[in-house]
């Protein structure tokens, strides 16, 4: 389907705003990275920006987010403050989760983001609980399941949207589909197509992970049908992994498909923003210089922070 090369400028502003937050923070940290600063393994999520900011561009605060391992994108795109990412990388009290977390165990109630599991599939289950508590007490807010292709070979994948489907419960699956379970193609880990599974239980929807304005218009229409209480919705988005599957360094998996010129979401979007005279080429540059001084900011407060105590443990 032809897709809309317009937006709201205050939407585009966003879009883009939030997706240089990742990008640009992401490449400050695979920089720093090896420079053994961080008291955590990291998984970058350069490339795939635009699945996380289209999406919680829909989302409130009250709505829950539950991650996986690959957490900073949609992490920092729900409205996680970047310094107490920073901080917790760093291994710092003073970061989301006390430093008691690290990279893969985000927490940030304020907005929206109970906790998120390391073991593979392990998001899915989380989300329909908290679409189940949702419907339960009667509120307005969405539970949202984030996960890769890999999780969708575990069985909690099949029993939770299962579950969902049944129950009619505010839920949005979220497929980030890049294709790859650390080095293996979903080739070799998956017998089966995953939007093609997914529509056997529920509503599927399919957008470009790489084009940003594709994931904003197809969440928008996944969250108002949830939120009218038409059932759960899957939102599929194949997506590239520009990153190794962990740490600091660029995939490198012969015939991955990357083109980082063609395949760049914020590429894309300046792109439409300039043709479409939103913005010009100094306010986006101005978009990128603000970012690199928030940056610096969030990994001055983290360097100056405190180790947490042993007798913090007792009271977090
Ligand atoms: C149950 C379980 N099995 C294996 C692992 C090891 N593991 C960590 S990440 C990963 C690949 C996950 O791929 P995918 O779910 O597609 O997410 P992506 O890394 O591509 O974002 C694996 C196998 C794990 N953490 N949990």
Redesign the pocket.
Known sequence: MERPRTIRRDDGLWLLQRMRLIRQASERIARLYPTDVMETPV?L?IG?EAVAVGVCRHLTDADKLFL???THGPALAKGLPLPKLMAELYGRSTGCSHAFGGSMHLIDLEHGLPGSS?????SIALGVGAGLASKLAGADFVGVSW??????N?GVFHESLNFAALQRLPVLFVC???????V?P?SA?AAFDIPSLADEYMTTMTADGTDVLAVHEQAGEALAQIRSGGGPVFLHCPTK?WMK??GHERCDIVGNGIDEQRDCPIRKLERVLLDTHLCGAGELEQVRLSVEQQIDAAIAFAESSPFPTPAQLEVV
Not at 147 to 152: C, H, I, Q, S
Not at 176 to 182: K, V
């Open positions: 998984h999520c795939q996986g391992h690959r390391a073991i593979v599939g392990g996960f890769g292709d890999a999780a969708t575990a980030e589909d890049n294709g790859y379970s650390n293996m979903k880990h992994r599957h962990q």
